[in-house]
């Protein structure tokens, strides 16, 4: 049965179907998405301290979009190539 399953994913043609997810967050406290970005950061990449700080900026004055791009980024969707990746602040917000 795995097998069959296998095999049938293994024949799949390629497909050139081309989709947008849209994503729209309120940051809402600086510092928990720093913390978060940051344990995902050295759990994923296993940075030291100063790379951290290159990658997110330091706690005290965090890169929102790079926490942001760090924590919803998959690093692969299966089967899938990702085209495109933009962060845009809305009028209206702080930047970071």
Not at 16 to 36: G, N, P
Not at 49 to 61: A, K, R
Request: glycine share 6%; hydrophobic share 40%; net charge negative.
């Amino acid at each position: 049965m795995i097998s069959d399953v296998k095999n049938a994913t293994d024949a799949s043609p390629v497909s050139d179907q081309e989709f947008e997810f849209t994503l729209k967050i309120r940051v809402e406290c600086l510092k928990s998405l720093w913390q978060a970005a940051a344990v995902h950061c050295m759990s994923q990449y296993n940075d030291s301290t100063d790379d951290l700080i290159d990658l997110i900026g330091p706690e005290e004055d965090p890169s929102i979009e790079d926490c942001l791009m760090a924590l919803v980024l998959p690093e692969r969707v299966s089967g899938c190539v990702m085209l495109n990746a933009v962060l845009e602040q809305q009028s209206g917000g702080q930047a970071g």
